[in-house]
């Protein structure tokens, strides 16, 4: 076995890792195997004979490449640079809950509002146990300033509280409503439904048309969906008012809403088998 053999089968130990946490920190199947390729790139050019933790290593560098890819997809939302250092965290190191321990559709949705910085030091921290003191360098701030990142994150998650049961109806009116004028390929009703700034999300480019990104745009997202969802039918996603296309029983898509103001303001969608198994779906 030659030296390339033997660094690309080490790589390949930590993969299964690299690619679960690309795909928390970036909520996209596609862009996390891009994420985690540019790892073994790194690494198959620079080797690992100066390097004593192999997995923490590709952790960071998986974790660098993913902030990168924040950055670049919402630069409107980055925050700038911020003196948090002396602001309390509030809570005991001993006593912090670990919010999240897999990553589920209403999970994604949630995180998607946080900035590049917050997503990464509450997913790599709360989620994959990594110290503030290695991440802090990579989101170039210091640790206590790294703390604050994933204490912000953390009470954003706890934040998205459950909604009334008034509310979970009116939720599951909407969404019936869409399916219905998805399958019968009524333009002006999907209009009537979707927020004119809509965002249509995948993890697999595939099912937006090959679009390597979100869809935007009410006319463009009923577009989308026209004709569509004949199969799908409304469900609980994590806990959370979407549909599911199940035609033999096990979900093959599901379909997260967020929804304000009585119209639906982004839709994500699930097609990675491996996702799907991962979400709780219960049909309504």
């Known amino acids: 076995m030659d030296e390339h053999e033997f660094l690309a089968g080490r790589f390949e130990e930590h993969r299964a890792h690299l690619r679960s946490v690309a795909y928390r920190m970036l909520g996209s ?16 050019r620079s080797g690992a ?12 560098v998986v974790a660098r490449v993913c902030l990168n890819m924040l950055r670049s997809r919402a630069t409107r939302r980055e925050e700038p640079l911020r003196q948090d250092e002396d602001q309390p ?33 509450f997913v790599l921290h709360d989620m994959f146990a990594v110290p503030f003191e290695e991440i802090a360098p990579i989101v170039e701030r210091s640790p206590a300033a790294t703390r604050q990142l994933a204490s912000r994150a953390r009470r954003r998650v706890r934040g998205a509280a459950p909604a009334s049961e008034a ?23 999907l209009l009537a439904v979707l927020d004119p700034d809509v965002v ?18 009410a006319s ?20 959370v008012v979407g549909a599911a296309w199940a035609p033999d029983g096990e979900p093959r898509v599901a379909l997260g809403f967020t929804v304000s103001g009585g119209r639906i303001t982004s839709i994500d969608v699930v097609t990675d088998p491996e996702h799907l198994r991962e979400l709780d779906v219960t049909f309504l």
């Open 29 to 44: 199947s596609n862009e996390a195997e891009d994420a985690v390729q540019e790892a073994w790139l790194r690494l198959s």
């Open 49 to 60: 004979d100066d390097v004593e933790n192999l997995g923490g290593w590709l952790t960071t």
């Open 89 to 121: 965290d509030g809570q005991d190191p001993e006593s912090e809950a670990i919010v999240a321990d897999s990553v589920g559709l209403a999970l994604l949705v949630v995180l998607e509002t946080l900035t590049p910085a917050e997503r990464l030091a």
């Open 167 to 189: 509310d979970l109806a009116r939720r599951r009116e909407i969404v019936a409503a869409f399916l219905t004028a998805s399958r019968e390929g009524d333009f002006a009703a």
């Open 200 to 217: 249509l999300r995948s993890d697999r480019a595939e099912a937006l048309a090959g679009s390597p990104g979100p869809l935007r745009g």
């Open 220 to 239: 463009v997202v009923a577009e989308t969906f026209l004709g569509r969802a004949r199969g799908a039918r409304p469900a609980l996603v994590d806990g």
